[in-house]
């Protein structure tokens, strides 16, 4: 893991989210309403408690961030406006840029695997994908029953689809990788 202090976490974490973690009071009323969380080891508000404590560590390896399904359900139920699905969001992402590994690793890899698909083609290009998470998981048998069925009803192209501005695409990764940094 790259070396990060507490302040400077912060800081990145305003910059991406143009908004200041310190909004939440701790209600819980987003925690209540989150679909996923019967199987995340902490509630969401926990993570943002987290950050207004300095502990940017436990934030970024907690698995919560990673099962988080970015429903927004507790962006909309929050009465301080506070968009904690963006925050979770930036957290991840911060996570990865300083090579912070989740005890969920497949789900991070998943997610690494899915926004490479849509950097390269601009959309979600399945084989591609399925082919990014199994090298980088080396889990290569699972699933792979439901490979024919999924083949012959055609959810498995063996070539892209891609967006016409493949340049734009490109350029907003590199714009939030800028800020990442
Ligand atoms: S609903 Fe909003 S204020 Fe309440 S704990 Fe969640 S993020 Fe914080
Ligand atoms: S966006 Fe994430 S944290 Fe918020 S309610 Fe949905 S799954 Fe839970």
Same mark, same amino acid.
């Given at each position: &893991? %790259?070396?990060?202090?507490?302040?400077?976490?912060?800081?990145k974490l305003?910059?991406?989210? !143009?908004?200041?973690?310190?909004?939440?009071?701790?209600?819980?009323?987003?925690?209540?309403?989150?679909?996923? /969380?019967?199987?995340?080891? @902490?509630?969401?508000? *926990?993570?943002? /408690?987290?950050?207004?404590?300095?502990?940017?560590? %436990?934030?970024?390896?907690?698995?919560?961030?990673?099962? $988080?399904?970015? $429903?927004?359900? $507790?962006? !909309? *139920?929050?009465?301080?406006?506070?968009?904690?699905? #963006?925050? &979770?969001?930036?957290? /991840?992402?911060?996570?990865?840029?300083?090579?912070?590994?989740?005890?969920?690793?497949?789900?991070?890899?998943?997610?690494?695997?899915?926004?490479?698909?849509?950097?390269?083609?601009? *959309?979600?290009?399945?084989?591609?994908?399925?082919?990014?998470? #199994?090298?980088? !998981?080396?889990?290569?048998?699972?699933?792979?029953?439901? @490979?024919?069925?999924?083949?012959? #009803?055609g959810k498995?192209?063996?070539?892209?689809?891609?967006? #016409?501005? %493949?340049?734009?695409?490109?350029?907003?990764?590199?714009? !939030?990788?800028?800020? %990442?940094?």
């Amino acid at each position: &893991m %790259k070396s990060l202090n507490a302040k400077e976490f912060k800081k990145k974490l305003i910059s991406i989210t !143009s908004q200041d973690p310190a909004l939440c009071y701790q209600c819980g009323k987003c925690s209540a309403g989150c679909p996923v /969380r019967d199987f995340e080891e @902490a509630p969401p508000n *926990r993570i943002v /408690r987290y950050v207004q404590l300095g502990l940017y560590e %436990k934030a970024m390896t907690s698995s919560t961030i990673w099962l $988080c399904a970015g $429903c927004q359900t $507790c962006t !909309s *139920r929050c009465p301080q406006q506070f968009d904690l699905a #963006k925050f &979770m969001d930036a957290v /991840r992402e911060l996570a990865i840029a300083y090579g912070v590994k989740s005890a969920d690793k497949k789900t991070q890899e998943f997610h690494e695997a899915f926004l490479n698909q849509i950097e390269n083609f601009g *959309r979600a290009y399945e084989m591609g994908l399925l082919i990014d998470y #199994k090298l980088k !998981s080396k889990d290569f048998f699972q699933d792979v029953t439901l @490979a024919p069925s999924t083949f012959s #009803k055609g959810k498995l192209n063996l070539l892209p689809h891609m967006v #016409k501005n %493949k340049k734009q695409i490109k350029k907003i990764f590199k714009e !939030s990788g800028e800020v %990442k940094k």
